[in-house]
């Protein structure tokens, strides 16, 4: 659909209507040589800039470019949250020195099936009273084809802490952190469960 041109009339009328209007904002300049800015709908009512920066083709932008926000690997995100337990006991048991006194293995489960066995799991073993619990999930396989969207390596590895992370787990978990190498290193978790009140 085409938009058709105003006429010379209704310019003429438009101009009318605009001299005898009232202006909402008296106080701020005004610019009658400037070019009107475009409307813009914004359902939240945040302010929004309408206009553009002046740019030739070819020049280089005045900023740098932002950085890319990749979410970082599991075992980076947990290597780096904050220490919530004793730290000698965090140490203890990520050079494998805590032997767990649960485990509860994931591997070769569907998501559907693995997430409320975990929930079970972590609810009987903290009512039972165990502190150091541990999470076996398999270091998963790599099932990229090599699409346009790339595909986690490791679906329940990279599932169970933020199942750990979210209610009814969150309130009895007091550290999640990936087991030593002889309980099962990248494809295990330590949880570490708070005490019973």
Same mark, same amino acid.
């Given at each position: 659909?085409?938009?058709?041109?105003?006429?010379?009339?209704?310019?003429?009328?438009?101009?009318?209507?605009?001299?005898?209007?009232?202006?909402?904002?008296?106080?701020?300049?005004?610019?009658?040589?400037?070019?009107?800015?475009?409307?813009?709908?914004?359902?939240?009512?945040?302010? +929004?800039?309408?206009?553009?920066?002046?740019?030739?083709?070819?020049? #280089?932008? *005045?900023?740098?470019?932002?950085? &890319?926000? /990749? !979410?970082?690997?599991i075992s980076e995100r947990l290597a780096t949250?904050?220490?919530?337990?004793?730290?000698?006991?965090?140490?203890?048991?990520?050079?494998?020195?805590?032997?767990?006194?649960?485990?509860?293995?994931?591997?070769?489960?569907?998501?559907?099936?693995?997430?409320?066995?975990?929930?079970?799991?972590?609810?009987?073993?903290?009512?039972?009273?165990?502190?150091? +619990?541990?999470?076996?999930?398999?270091?998963?396989?790599?099932?990229? #084809?090599? *699409?346009?969207?790339?595909?986690? &390596?490791? /679906? !329940?590895?990279?599932?169970?802490?933020?199942?750990?992370?979210m209610p009814p787990l969150a309130p009895l978990v007091l550290q999640i952190?990936?087991?030593?190498?002889?309980?099962?290193?990248?494809?295990?978790?330590?949880?570490?469960?708070?005490?019973?009140?």
């Amino acid at each position: 659909m085409s938009r058709r041109r105003v006429r010379p009339d209704e310019l003429d009328l438009w101009h009318q209507v605009a001299r005898t209007a009232q202006r909402m904002r008296p106080e701020e300049p005004r610019s009658d040589d400037r070019a009107p800015e475009p409307m813009i709908r914004n359902p939240r009512n945040a302010p +929004v800039q309408a206009r553009l920066e002046d740019f030739q083709i070819g020049a #280089t932008s *005045g900023r740098p470019s932002p950085a &890319h926000d /990749v !979410l970082p690997a599991i075992s980076e995100r947990l290597a780096t949250a904050p220490v919530s337990m004793d730290k000698k006991a965090f140490q203890r048991m990520k050079r494998g020195k805590l032997v767990p006194e649960g485990k509860i293995d994931l591997h070769g489960m569907t998501m559907d099936r693995a997430h409320p066995a975990l929930t079970g799991f972590i609810l009987r073993s903290h009512a039972a009273g165990l502190r150091l +619990v541990l999470v076996v999930t398999g270091k998963g396989k790599d099932r990229d #084809t090599g *699409g346009p969207i790339p595909v986690r &390596h490791g /679906v !329940l590895r990279h599932n169970v802490p933020h199942w750990l992370r979210m209610p009814p787990l969150a309130p009895l978990v007091l550290q999640i952190t990936e087991a030593h190498l002889k309980h099962g290193g990248g494809g295990a978790y330590y949880v570490y469960l708070r005490r019973q009140r």
